[in-house]
Nanobody, 114 residues
Framework: QVQLVESGGGFVQYGGSLRLSCAAS????????MRWYRQAPGKEREWVAT????????NYADSVKGRFTISRDNTKNTVYLQMSSLKPEDTAVYYC???????WGQGTQVTVSS
């Protein structure tokens, strides 16, 4: 069955960096675009970034553009989110997702202190 397992979250200070990973299994990973979302306490889940199946097309929410980079390694069935210049407002649980599906991982917590 489809599994998405996020990792790499943690506690970081303002301006710091983290790299999130999402390991996928149970489907042909290289055939699908992938997305990252996040959900802050008391807020709705919001889209962060999308990467096409080959990886050549990437789109970002305005709130993270220029600071976050989405990438993928189709040989490892893994999608990444490199986050830099982190701000307290980036604090959230981060999830990966197969677009238009209801497949979600358990999420990984990112906390940025001011």
């Amino acid at each position: 069955q489809v599994q998405l397992v996020e990792s790499g979250g943690g506690f970081v200070q303002y301006g710091g960096s983290l790299r999130l990973s999402c390991a996928a299994s149970g489907f042909t990973f290289s055939n699908y675009p992938m997305r990252w979302y996040r959900q802050a306490p008391g807020k709705e889940r919001e889209w962060v970034a999308t990467i096409s199946s080959p990886g050549g097309t990437k789109n970002y929410a305005d709130s993270v553009k220029g600071r976050f980079t989405i990438s993928r390694d189709n040989t490892k069935n893994t999608v990444y989110l490199q986050m830099s210049s982190l701000k307290p407002e980036d604090t959230a649980v981060y999830y990966c997702n197969i677009p238009t599906s209801n497949y979600w991982g358990q999420g990984t917590q990112v906390t940025v202190s001011s």
